[in-house]
């Protein structure tokens, strides 16, 4: 072994033990879905004249756009690729962009590396071994994404290419992101350059998919790796070739990473790190204004993040109505919105569903930075003259606020895209934005929840509070897609709150959980006040 | 009020771990105090207790006020620079010098520029991409450029050059000119020679000496007095 790779059985083993949960889950996570989805489509839609109607409303801008236009649409394995491809792909390709930096720049910046390298390790060890590792999970991983289409009856070498297309996909990124890590001095900055990357990519091959012809994407697909790797048309055509040019731009990418390596110091980035203001801003000053500034790119990604969901559901509301009404009463969908006074409305509502589990993501997220901003100054922060009241319910003002206005913009979006089909944009925008208010309380109560839990077990929090979104993401949205019971899943806080078109819904749960939200926040300010503060 | 701090019996334990077993701390106001102890003695946990950022037993009052009730109120009047700064990632050293001078409720931008150009400070600089000694000296200034009457710093040189201690040690005989009180951790004992009044040497959470310093320079053979020969007398009972 060459000295520049010195040390690499022991750094890859190294870095597998500091890896091996995150990638467990994802490594088991994606193939589940799988499994789960298919088994949900192919009894939603059994007869190829289903999968047919499907496929036609598939093939519209707004769905083309976000899941691509796919080959043999009318099979089981066209369907499933439909319904979860792009999202597959989407997921593996982000984790392995956030597992590279992990493992190379983000390992720099924070020491661990310089701490390494003064062993004897070569030059580049470290970087090849966190590619080959990202590499490594993405095999396996797309493999046992084959693995499971197969268990789930589908044709043997389409489920093995779709697998491996996720893979394709996710390698052709590792390329970008040993890059990036090359180009930034920082992870942080590693991972936007590559997510932006990411981003364009994504762009390009909806645009292409938006502009093709029948099930073929306008020629421009080709500048994507994306379209690359939905190009091999898995239970189609099945084009494994296309699986080399994915593979080629990871190997090109983490061979000129390896040149611009060489080339540069150990913690420096190609690109300088720019000096920023030498004063903070008055609002930065204050109690209220610091978390801001700090939550600033978030709250704004958040808020078009909303308004554009919001938008897209409105926009396919009607399409999915049409096909639905062309499947009869006997499809699960159709009774899982039972209740509504039309189907119509039971959709809309669900969506409404959809968009409030989406704003907890941001709660929670933005709740967390009590137990971030606790742990990382806040034995600065509260050595100066600010309460901890004060400290706290800064940071829960900020989350329940931001909360109820990304509910009102996400409901108003899918008011407004829905009405203007329809007729009445401004009528359905009102009503949709006071509806979807009416989930504030319920993600008052999450946000309280976690706020509970970093007063009393602050260095747990994070797991608790995330674990607490699975749950919710499980029974809220997913549930009947899951097979768990509708009547346990309309017994769930988020399904008891009223939907316009519902008849028999009653307040007094919304008002329960508001109250509800201000006893645990207010425990949680009383802990505050009690206990030490806790460092990381 | 002549006593700035004074603590009695302080207590504290972490889980099993004894932290503070009966410390006694007493600071005179208008005196530079030296904290003294090893790695572990219970200095940044005293300090800790002081700033009211974790609960105690035994009986503390800083400025006449009560750590834990009367925190936000004291902290106008005090200035803490901690043992190990962390400062906001992607904000300026700048920003977080403004921050944490409005947040103690004072902001004076003139003396601010002053001590950022006596401590040679990049203040453009984001605070990821400083060294130790820069976000020590971030934290310095924003310490110093207040009025507070009370300066609570605990190891504020590890990391500065040689030179920049210079200026520390400048700052420090300043605010003592001045009638302002410093509580002065630290492991440099030829610093703590050169300006503390008085000392307080701890050991295993417990106060083992308090001295007159000023002038003397037995400094150091005092402070291993109580260490190495007592550690070896215990290594030799227990042998």
Redesign the interface.
Known sequence: MSAALAGLPRILAFQMRRSWLRTLIWALALPILVLLVNAYMTQTFPTPADRDAYAATANTPSLAALTGLFSAAGTPGGILNIKFWMTAAVALALVTIFLVTRNGRAEE?TGHAELLRQTAIGRHTISVSGWLLAAGFAIVTGLLCGVAGIVGGLPADGSMLMGLSYSGAAIAFIGIAAVTGQLS??G?GANACAVIAFAVAYLVRAIADVNGTGDTPAWYTWLSPLGWAQQTRSYGENQWWLLVPCLALGIAGCGLAVTLERVRDLGAGTVP?R??????AAF????LG?PL??QRNALILWTIGIGVAGAFFGGIAVLMNDLLAGLGSSSPITQALGGAGSQLEGMLGFFLIFLAVLVTAFAIQSTLALRLDEA??G?????????RWTWVGARLAIAATASGLMLVIGGLSQGIVFGAQVGGWHTYGNRFAAAALGYWPVVALVIAVVALAAALLPRASTGIAWSLYGIIVLFAALGDVLGIPHDIVAKTPYWVVPQPGRADAAWWPVVLMGAAAIVLAALALWRYR????VQA | MTHAIEATGLTKSFGRTRALDGLNLTVETGTVHGFLGPNGAGKSTTIRALLGLIRFGGKASVLDGDPWIDAVSLHRRLAYVPGEVTLWANLTGGQAIDILSSLRGERDAGRIAAFIQRFDLDPSKKARSYSKGNRQKVALVAALASRAELLILDEPTSGLDPLMEQVFQECIEEVRREGRTVLLSSHILAEVERLVDTVTIIKKGRTVEVAEVKGQTDLEARFLSHYSTAELATTEVAE
Request: glycine share 4%; charged share 25%; aromatic share 4%.
């Open positions: 910046e001095s920082t942080r790190a000096p920023g203001p030498t004063h903070a930065t000053r204050t109690v610091l500034r700090l990382a100054t034995e600065v922060e509260w050595a100066t003259s600010v309460s009690q206990r030490d503060q």
